[in-house]
């Protein structure tokens, strides 16, 4: 059992790219994910996508420059799952502030965070493939 199991995770632009991974990731990993972005119909696949594997997911349109969509969000997640543990905004231009769902016990990841997180883990990667090479070369 993960660190994560259980938990409720809200993800902005969560429709393609890495915040469709990072819904798929935590969900085979036992999270409970919210999704948000514009791509509703992206939303709909991904959020099916994870439920026939199991996982738990529901989606929201979400446009995160307007407050009362980011709002609406929020307040579906809350609706759906009873609260929000973990919030990462993909999208990067979150109107309503982090802050405030920080100071509600929320944990916030910024596009910066996930940013320093992926690097992490595809320089780690790169140093692996580095070392098995070296390895096969040399005997």
Not at 115 to 134: H, K, S, Y
Request: proline share 2%; aromatic share 4%.
């Amino acid at each position: 059992m993960s660190g994560i199991q259980d938990k409720v995770v809200a993800i902005t632009g969560a429709s393609s790219g890495i915040g469709a991974a990072t819904a798929r990731l935590l969900a085979r990993r036992g999270a409970r994910v919210m999704l948000g972005a514009r791509g509703i119909g992206r939303l709909d696949a991904l959020a099916r996508e994870i439920t026939e594997a199991g996982g738990t997911a529901h989606y929201q349109a979400l446009d995160v420059v307007r407050p009362a969509s980011m709002q609406n969000f929020i307040d579906e997640a809350q609706a759906v799952f009873g609260r929000i543990d973990i919030l990462i905004d993909n999208a990067g231009a979150m109107a309503t502030a982090p802050a405030r769902l920080a100071d509600a016990g929320v944990t916030v990841f910024s596009p910066e965070d996930l940013a320093r997180a992926v690097g992490a883990i595809f320089e780690f990667a790169e140093v692996d493939t580095e070392m098995e090479t070296l390895a096969t070369a040399t005997g």
